[in-house]
């Protein structure tokens, strides 16, 4: 079953995040070590108003627990969702990192998609996006976006079936990514 998140979703939910962004999450904390980086992701998970809080999250949770999650926001918010993110990094770490801005305006961004290994191939990753999709319609946005490693082909190729096209090539956080997007 796909549910918002709550604050009480936080120790579950941020292992799934690190699947998805691991490298991004080390960079905005400045540690090396995802276990110190890990709390602050979960402070910010129980928070609201912020890129990555249990607001912008949508879970599947089965008798098995929590097999995945998507992040997703308005893209025209990402400016006022990301001040919390660097603000607390700062104030708590005393490390600010400015990413690029991956999304914007009419643009419903999923940021992050995870899902447990114990939990790929029954179709989860799926199901989320298209709830996500769903949420953004609802919205009035119109399209969906996300950014797509293009060292990944394998989820390029999923999002596709999904109906996601490239619409360009970007540098994000030092990497090299698709952004595609999908009319809502």
């Known amino acids: 079953m796909i549910r918002p998140a709550t604050p009480a979703d936080a120790a579950a939910s941020i292992p ?33 108003g912020n890129q990555y809080s249990y607001e912008n999250t949508l879970l599947y949770e089965d008798a098995e627990g929590v097999g995945g999650l998507i992040i997703a926001y308005d893209g025209g918010k990402l400016d006022a969702l990301r001040k919390p993110v660097l603000d607390y990094t700062e104030q708590s770490l005393g490390h600010r990192f400015q990413p690029e801005d991956e999304t914007g305006p009419g643009e419903y961004y999923l940021d992050s998609i995870a899902v447990s290994p114990a939990s790929q191939g029954k179709g989860i990753g799926r199901q ?57």
């Open 16 to 48: 799934l995040l690190f699947l998805a962004m691991q490298d991004i999450a080390l960079k905005l904390t400045g540690h090396d070590d995802p276990l110190l980086s890990m709390p602050v992701f979960e402070a910010l998970f129980r928070q609201p």
């Open 128 to 184: 989320l996006i298209l709830a996500a999709a769903e949420k953004g319609k609802q919205e009035r946005l119109d399209f969906a976006g996300l950014l797509v490693s293009t060292a990944n082909p394998d989820a390029q190729r999923l999002y596709e079936r999904l109906g996601f096209g490239v619409v360009k090539t970007v540098t994000f956080s030092g990497g090299y990514y698709y952004h595609l997007q999908k009319v809502l």
